[in-house]
């Protein structure tokens, strides 16, 4: 059963829900399953994860320190690609319906709103 905030039930939930200047997705529940792929990959080789964890870590320093187009960053993204092709993709995948009503839960959050201090003095949109 899907609610309105919650136009995809499966196979990751996505929630969407409007904020003072647009929208917010809740992906936690597709975050739910990379963090457990990290963790089956940590139970079945914890010093392989946790070198390429620290290797995330100083090539991402090194990114920062040398800009975006550096070796470095280079070098960052395509760790950050090897693992997530282990503990997931990074793509959440939407089906049949449930891609229409995600359409449809962001294009009614994204109609424009009366600012909150227009409302009070009555003012129009």
Known sequence: MTTNRQPVT?????????????????VSDYLRTVLTG?????????????ADLLELAALARAAH???????AAHARDA?????????GDGRIPVYGAQAGRLRDRIAEL??????????ERGEAA
């Open 110 to 119: 994204l109609v424009p709103r009366p600012v909150p201090a227009q409302r």
């Open 79 to 87: 760790l950050v690609d090897s693992l997530l092709t282990e503990v």
């Open 10 to 26: 499966g196979p990751s939930r996505i929630y969407v829900d409007p904020t003072p200047t647009g929208i917010r997705l809740d």
């Open 38 to 50: 990290l963790a089956q990959a940590a139970d079945e080789d914890p010093q392989q994860l946790l």
């Open 65 to 71: 320190a040398e800009g975006s187009d550096s070796h």
